[in-house]
């Protein structure tokens, strides 16, 4: 993504990604009591999953856009 509105977006929905995620993480984990997802170890695994797609969006967002190959070369 080369427009600096999509990378922006994309950092957007990982940082929301990535809070829940260690919400999800957290409540699995029976570290957040409080709520029916505590310590059901589900929880666990879909908060780790989320929260690492959260991390390669941020990681995609922030990354500078690439140059390109110059003309002529395959």
């Known amino acids: ?3 600096r509105g999509g990378r922006t977006v994309l950092v957007i ?3 929301i990604a990535l809070i ?3 919400v999800f993480a957290g409540q699995g984990a029976n570290l957040i009591p409080g709520s029916s997802m505590t310590g059901d ?3 666990l695994y ?3 999953i989320v929260a690492v797609v ?3 969006l941020i990681v995609l967002g922030l990354r500078r856009p690439g140059r390109g190959r110059p ?3 395959s």
């Open 41 to 43: 170890r589900t929880w």
């Open 1 to 3: 993504m080369n427009n």
């Open 46 to 48: 879909i908060g780790i």
């Open 54 to 56: 959260g991390v390669i």
């Open 13 to 15: 929905l990982g940082v």
């Open 71 to 73: 003309d002529g070369e």
């Open 20 to 22: 829940v995620g260690v």
